[in-house]
């Protein structure tokens, strides 16, 4: 397995970002050379691989989301990987779905199978923060053919969702928003990386092992309206949509172009934790696992502004509610019964749901399903 994975490896960087996969605006491709820079501190040398591979994080196709049903319809195309705890696995999973913890991801790309003859490498949780704070970090490695599932399992189960989104989606706090605008940190410094490692891809690989190791990076609502001058809040929307209402202290940094060194990043603050919110917290979970790899103190808000302001979402779209619980089939048990077999993904957006579900027999997928956040 380990030589294969030396030649998948090698084809993924040389390749791997110039194909991307369809639909992906990301195309960058790494720098492979090994010269050692040691006249360069780790932070720059991270720094500037990122940069030089691509600037992932503020890319227009980022986040990387798909929507359930093209799960559903490529299951027995695509690898998807159960991130949830093996418990909540074993009581019902998607049906090939293999459990695998985010602290052994890397090693399970890496070793356990060949990622490349996946078309699509589908990543599931519970609301779907995880999975996309994981493929954040993978896609960052050069796995461009990973993709968090949009609301996580809440979208494949109407008893899942009851436990975790529709439980967890509330208006409570609306007339506590504000108007008025914040202003952002003044410019400074950038977190120090030390790693030990030399080369610009090690560096990465080092920070996204330990970032994926500690992924306790979710924070309630509660937390942050008991004391909102704890956290440095970053409001990822775009200023129009931050002037309509906000939390309390909220900074407005614009999507897919805020944190790059020649745009806003230094104005993060490095002695305070920081707490991203977009509005469902998917476009959210991906910048997090970012700033973490730059070694900065970030977190997320669980559900996004759907756990304080839902009502106010749903006229763009964004609020979480029936229309989003599909209710596919769940196995119970250890083991997948499904083993994909890799290949081509789908030709046709008609989608084949199950007998029992609601809804009609034919459904053609509506494109904005998949992405934004």
Known sequence: MKSRYISFALILTIIGFATGCAGDDFKAKPDISHAKKKELPETEMLYTFLEQSGNYINQKATPNTI?????????????????????????????????????????????????????????????????????SALRLLGYGNTYSMKWGMSSWDKNLAAEKWTKNSQ??????????ANSRAPKGEYPTVKTGKTLGYDILEARATEILKNSDFLVKIEDVMGDPTKYYII??????????????????????????????????????????????????????????????????????????????????????????????????GESPSLVPTGGTETESNEHVLPEKSPTPSKVTVKKEESGGC
């Open 171 to 180: 208006s409570s706090y609306v007339s506590k928003l504000e108007t008025t």
């Open 235 to 332: 409001n990822y929307w775009k200023t129009e949509d931050y002037a309509k209402g906000h939390l309390t202290g909220a900074i407005v940094y614009p999507p897919k172009e805020s944190f790059t060194r020649n745009t806003l990043l230094n104005t993060l603050p490095t002695n305070k934790p920081i707490l991203v919110y977009c509005n469902t917290g998917h476009h959210a979970a991906y910048v997090v696992a970012y700033l973490r790899i730059l070694g900065y103190d970030a977190y997320s808000l669980s559900y996004g502004a759907n756990a304080f302001m839902q009502s106010l979402l749903k006229e763009s779209g964004h609020a979480f509610g029936p229309e989003q619980i599909k209710n596919f089939p769940l196995i119970q």
């Open 67 to 135: 929507a359930p049903y093209e799960v559903y319809a490529n299951l027995k195309r695509w690898h998807v990987i159960d991130t949830r705890p093996h418990d909540d696995y074993v009581a019902g999973h998607i049906d090939g779905a293999v459990n695998v913890q985010l602290p052994d991801l890397i090693d399970y790309m890496k070793n356990k199978i060949e990622a490349g003859v996946f078309e699509k490498i589908i990543f599931v949780c519970h609301s779907g923060q995880k999975a996309g704070y994981a493929v």
